[in-house]
């Protein structure tokens, strides 16, 4: 009689909830998306948490090298008023947060990253929480691929895999349908959250994340 599978009690827990499917929009540069991404994974206390990642690249004028901040089209004033408010979010909900004086290009980890899908839940998870950590915490251009390939490592992503995500065409195929997905549901910016029929974007409230999914539940 073959050995039965080993369930973990995270596993076990994770099945004894209703589960909810939620598509994100997203991309590693943009900081709104980090704090997005923390307040999100609260929902898994209450639910079997299923996202689908769909990932945009915002800024692909962009060199992979990096460039300060004031290339971005924005008005100096506004861009600190917007920091300032990031900050705090942060510093109210404990999540780390530090300030990026440069912008880099991001494709390359999001092809990364699309390609870990493959290599199943944990793996891409520790990937992306990484890839977040690197740029918002650590200060680190991972636009570098030096720095990527750091990254793939220590989640025991080989090079090999890393050199083929970036040159598979269906991973580049993946980010245009991603956009071309974005723009048929009308969605212009990035973090968007979906719940079914519901869009939520930018900053937004973990209280409003847990009101969404208590609708998409109750209206199945």
């Given at each position: 009689?073959?050995?039965?599978?080993?369930?973990?009690?995270?596993?076990?827990?994770?099945?004894?909830?209703?589960?909810?499917?939620?598509?994100?929009?997203?991309?590693?540069?943009?900081?709104?998306?980090?704090?997005?991404?923390?307040?999100?994974?609260?929902?898994?206390?209450?639910?079997?948490?299923?996202?689908?990642?769909?990932?945009?690249?915002?800024?692909?004028?962009?060199?992979?090298?990096?460039?300060?901040?004031?290339?971005?089209?924005?008005?100096?004033?506004?861009?600190?008023?917007?920091?300032?408010?990031?900050?705090?979010?942060?510093?109210?909900?404990?999540?780390?947060?530090?300030?990026?004086?440069?912008?880099?290009?991001?494709?390359?980890?999001?092809?990364?990253?699309?390609?870990?899908?493959?290599?199943?839940?944990?793996?891409?998870?520790?990937?992306?929480?990484?890839?977040?950590t690197a740029y918002f915490v650590n200060g680190k251009n991972i636009g570098d691929r030096d720095i990527l390939l750091k990254i793939a490592s220590d989640c025991e992503i080989?090079?090999?895999?890393?050199?083929?995500?970036?040159?598979?065409?269906?991973?580049?195929?993946?980010?245009?349908?991603?956009?071309?997905?974005?723009?048929?549901?009308?969605?212009?910016?990035?973090?968007?959250?979906?719940?079914?029929?519901?869009?939520?974007?930018?900053?937004?409230?973990?209280?409003?994340?847990?009101?969404?999914?208590?609708?998409l539940l109750a209206s199945g």
């Amino acid at each position: 009689m073959p050995d039965l599978p080993v369930i973990t009690r995270r596993e076990l827990n994770r099945m004894s909830l209703p589960e909810l499917n939620v598509t994100v929009y997203s991309d590693y540069i943009c900081p709104f998306c980090y704090v997005g991404h923390h307040r999100l994974q609260r929902l898994r206390d209450n639910y079997d948490l299923k996202i689908n990642w769909c990932f945009l690249e915002i800024h692909p004028e962009t060199s992979a090298k990096g460039e300060a901040v004031d290339t971005l089209d924005y008005p100096s004033e506004t861009w600190e008023k917007m920091m300032d408010n990031l900050e705090r979010v942060a510093k109210e909900e404990n999540i780390p947060l530090s300030r990026l004086d440069f912008i880099t290009n991001s494709k390359d980890a999001l092809l990364l990253s699309e390609s870990a899908k493959k290599f199943g839940r944990e793996v891409f998870y520790r990937l992306h929480e990484k890839l977040f950590t690197a740029y918002f915490v650590n200060g680190k251009n991972i636009g570098d691929r030096d720095i990527l390939l750091k990254i793939a490592s220590d989640c025991e992503i080989t090079e090999n895999d890393v050199l083929a995500a970036w040159q598979d065409k269906k991973h580049q195929q993946q980010l245009l349908q991603n956009f071309n997905t974005a723009r048929q549901h009308n969605i212009q910016s990035v973090p968007s959250f979906v719940f079914d029929k519901k869009v939520l974007t930018g900053v937004v409230a973990e209280s409003a994340f847990r009101e969404a999914a208590e609708q998409l539940l109750a209206s199945g």
